[in-house]
């Protein structure tokens, strides 16, 4: 079966650097997507991953291995609006997006 | 980036009622509209992809019956929760693909959300 896992939840500090990972076993892969999702809200997209290597966009950068099955999202310089969930999804070979269940940050000042 | 509207953004009915909850694409041609269900605390769970002109592909365990997908154009698509239950309370969520967008990566452009409350 298709399985994504990352952590359900982490604490981290105002200011500090926290890494979600996410694995993955997918039949076939077409890109790793990062989306924030803030509580009662619709998630918005944060980062795509096709090929191995780190893609860096201001605060944030995600990393992707494919031979590992490995994603994981650096969050720099953490404000208190990061705190929400962070959804690792991966667009299989039918190009269908499987979702993990989401890693809930809190950020404490 | 493209716009997906979603409306209403929160509805309470009374069971037995039945709710829908329209999905449009304000600035690009969507063929495909995805339908997400999301219970508190959980991810998004794919209740049904929706297609333009034909019928939508509901996912296992989706009554087809009770979530009518209704796709008349290439920017809207409406999702209608039949003889509503208290237990089909969730947050509803639709989302779709710029498929003529240069570059796409497959990224979801996603909706607002609809908060559904059956009492």
């Known amino acids: 079966g298709q399985n994504i896992d990352q952590p359900t939840e982490m604490t981290a500090t105002e200011g500090a650097i926290v890494q979600i990972n996410c694995t993955y076993q997918?039949?076939?892969?077409?890109?790793l997507f990062w989306y924030q999702q803030h509580a009662g809200e619709a998630p918005t997209f944060l980062s795509y991953?096709?090929l191995d290597g780190l893609e860096e966009k201001g605060r944030f950068s995600s990393f992707l291995s494919r031979s590992k099955g490995y994603s994981y999202l650096l969050l720099k310089e953490l404000q208190m609006k990061d705190s929400a969930s962070y959804l690792c999804?991966?667009?299989?070979?039918?190009?269908?997006?499987?979702w993990g269940a989401g890693t809930k940050l809190i950020i404490k000042p | 980036g493209a716009v997906v509207s979603q409306h209403p953004s929160r509805v309470i009915c009374k069971s037995g009622t039945s709710v829908k909850i329209e999905c449009r694409s304000l600035?690009?041609?969507?063929?495909?509209m995805f339908w997400y269900r999301q219970f508190p605390k959980k991810s998004l769970m794919l209740m049904a992809t929706?297609?333009?002109?034909?019928?939508?592909?509901?996912e296992q365990g989706v009554e087809k019956d009770k979530f009518l997908i209704n796709h008349a154009s290439l920017t809207l698509s409406t999702l209608t929760v039949t003889s509503a239950h208290p237990e089909d309370s969730s947050f509803y969520i639709c989302?779709?693909?710029?498929?003529?967008?240069?570059?796409?990566?497959?990224?979801?452009?996603f909706g607002e959300g609809s908060r559904l409350t059956v009492l």
């Open positions: 989302s779709a693909r710029d498929l003529a967008r240069q570059g796409d990566t497959g990224e979801l452009f």
């Open positions: 600035d690009f041609q969507a063929t495909t």
């Open positions: 929706s297609n333009e002109g034909s019928k939508a592909t509901y």
């Open positions: 997918t039949s076939g892969f077409n890109g």
């Open positions: 991953n096709v």
């Open positions: 999804a991966v667009l299989d070979s039918n190009y269908q997006l499987i």
